[in-house]
């Protein structure tokens, strides 16, 4: 089954690839999804009546599929290009007035710092860093963020699986202090970063109660660069407005006028975007399923992790920056270089 599972992808016809949270080789049944979607664009006119009818079903069928790996309604998904537009949607649409806090992890994308940096600069926002990374092996991710809330802390952004040290977050408990947080002025948001975890891990957003998950599709799911997503729950809905807006996140009366949003998290897309992308997405997340369950997907995943982790422990050059095998919580296995004998410890 594995080998007849392998030959869907051919980048691994003469490669061993190792999922280090980058970009998923394409299998393909994508790759063909997205060859004939675009020649069936052309045949039918970019511009045409079917084309809209054909773009609509394909956004409907990709928010559906994506809907059903994480346990939510397909009207609480915004699609977008990637994981940082999903960041930056919630970071940008709140209605920040100077004094608010923002937390935020030391563990953290780059993109989403720079982001929150320039939130900073222009509302005269207070920002604090919570030290996550410490908690890898030994620490209380929890309780360290507990420690971190302020009264006027309206956002804490977060990743649910680190992509700089391979730690799952118990995501469910964060949201549930930073919900029940009763010194906070105002409802204390969870924004996730769902870089390394969408297509990884099991997922029910809906249990877990989060307020924004941004996440792709090019990675664990291996589906074309392009092409991701925003979880938002109903109930922060109205606490972000639209920033960047078009046409897809609208409605209008009989002659074009603007007349609202769109209902639910729809308000949120902006224009024209690459839709054989989309079914290319959509053939990559079946794709996946035919191999096994969400569950059974993460214990493989899991299981070869920790057979890596210890295979790599044995390299006198290598150091794990985790002190004990992953299995049971990720398929990321960052490392770090030994010092080499014969070089300074600085190389």
């Not at 970019?46 to 599929?65: G, K």
């Not at 982790?309 to 290598?318: D, E, K």
Request: proline share 8%; net charge neutral; hydrophobic share 40%.
């Amino acid at each position: 089954m594995l080998d007849a599972h392998r030959q869907q992808f051919p980048a691994l016809t003469h490669h061993t690839y190792f999922n280090f949270g980058g970009q998923g080789p394409l299998p393909t049944p994508a790759l063909s999804a997205i060859h004939q979607a675009f020649t069936r664009l052309d045949q039918t006119g970019p511009f045409s009546n079917t084309a809209h009818t054909w773009f609509a079903q394909e956004c409907s069928q990709l928010r559906s599929a994506i809907a059903a790996e994480l346990n939510i309604a397909p009207a609480t998904l915004t699609l977008t290009e990637n994981v940082t537009v999903g960041c930056n949607i919630p970071l940008w649409g709140i209605n920040w007035q100077p004094g608010d806090h923002l937390l935020i992890s030391d563990c953290e994308h780059p993109g989403v710092v720079a982001a929150v940096q320039e939130l900073q600069r222009r509302f005269a926002i207070e920002i604090s860093v919570c030290p996550l990374q410490a908690t890898l092996n030994d620490g209380d991710p929890v309780a360290c963020i507990a420690t971190h809330l302020r009264p006027r802390t309206r956002l804490v952004v977060i990743s649910h699986l680190l992509w700089n040290t391979g730690q799952v977050l118990p995501l469910a408990e964060i949201v549930q202090i930073c919900h029940a947080y009763e010194a906070a002025a105002s409802p204390v948001r969870v924004l996730v970063d769902g870089a390394q975890s969408v297509g990884c891990l099991p997922l029910d957003l809906t249990a877990i109660a989060v307020d924004f998950y941004a996440f792709t599709g090019h990675k664990w799911w291996c589906g074309p660069a392009g092409v991701g997503g925003l979880y938002v729950h109903p109930d922060a809905l109205e606490s972000v407005q639209p920033t960047f807006i078009g046409w897809r996140g609208i409605t209008t009366d009989p002659v074009g006028t603007p007349t609202g949003w769109q209902p639910g998290s729809k308000r949120y897309e902006v224009a024209t975007a690459a839709v054989p992308l989309y079914a290319g997405l959509s053939a990559a997340i079946a794709l996946h399923q035919q191999w096994g369950t969400a569950t059974e997907r993460y214990q493989e995943i899991c299981q070869l992790s920790q057979t890596l982790w210890q295979q790599l422990s044995q390299f006198p050059f290598i150091r794990c920056l985790r002190t004990t095998p992953p299995g049971g919580r990720s398929g990321q296995l960052p490392m770090a270089p030994r010092p080499h004998p014969c070089r300074s410890s600085k190389t």
